[in-house]
């Protein structure tokens, strides 16, 4: 069975520090995708990244990136220079090869004060 | 604007009262979801739908009912027998063919109390 833990219920931190939230994921299967997605108090969900499990390359966007360790099974996700537009909840998913369907973690609710 | 439309955003219901949450889509996407947000529990699925007229059970269904009879539309009925209904509900789509590599589309949900 798929799992997603998000230890992190919430952290808060101060506009222009650096903030990583935790992913760790459990999964039976060798292919399998891990994405983050963001939700603003609007409470629509927003696609962040997706990575495949063949694919343990970090990726940078902009002021957000992401550290990718099967080794550990985790798909950590660290906002540099945080500010107060980054305030939010926070999810990571697991989906597996040949299922159709999302499992999400239970989600990190990030609060950066001015 | 192409996108999920939810309605209504907001609902109060009494108690043994079912309730129709609607849910439509103009991105021509094939499967539409249906989740239930928690406080600390993250996103649950409830049902999903790959194709017109087909749809399957997700990991709590039991208490709610949908229809696919649209491409565009998939409604979730909240039923009396769901026990705890009061929560923020969630639809997302996302284009055939994708499955598994796709990220869901989401709405800006709906939050339904029970009084």
């Known amino acids: 069975a798929q799992k997603v833990t998000q230890a992190q219920t919430e952290i808060s931190v101060v506009e222009k520090e650096d903030v990583t939230l935790d992913c760790v994921y459990e999964t039976r299967d060798t292919t399998y995708y891990l994405f983050w997605y963001k939700q603003p108090p609007s409470g629509e969900l927003v696609f962040l990244i997706r990575r495949n499990s063949f694919d343990e390359q970090n990726e940078i966007s902009g002021r957000y990136s992401w550290n990718f360790q099967k080794s550990t099974s985790s798909f950590n996700f660290t906002i540099t220079a945080s500010q107060v537009v980054d305030s939010a909840v926070y999810f990571c998913?697991?989906?597996?090869?040949?299922?159709?369907?999302?499992?999400f973690g239970a989600g990190t609710i990030l609060r950066v004060k001015s | 604007d192409g996108g999920i439309t939810q309605s209504p955003k907001y609902l109060f219901r009494k108690e043994g009262q079912n309730v129709t949450l609607s849910c439509e889509q103009n991105?021509?996407?094939?499967?539409m979801y249906w989740y239930r947000q928690d406080p600390g529990q993250g996103l649950r699925l409830i049902y999903y739908s790959q194709i017109v007229n087909d749809f399957q059970k997700g990991d709590i269904a039991e208490g709610y009912s949908v229809s696919r009879e649209k491409k565009e539309s998939f409604p979730l009925t909240v039923t009396s027998a769901q026990k705890n209904p009061t929560a923020f509900y969630l639809c997302?789509?996302?284009?055939?063919?994708?499955?598994?590599?796709?990220?869901?589309?989401f709405g800006e949900g709906s939050r339904l109390t029970v009084l």
């Open positions: 997302a789509s996302r284009p055939a063919g994708t499955a598994n590599t796709g990220e869901l589309f």
């Open positions: 991105l021509n996407h094939d499967a």
């Open positions: 998913a697991l989906s597996e090869w040949d299922g159709n369907k999302l499992v």
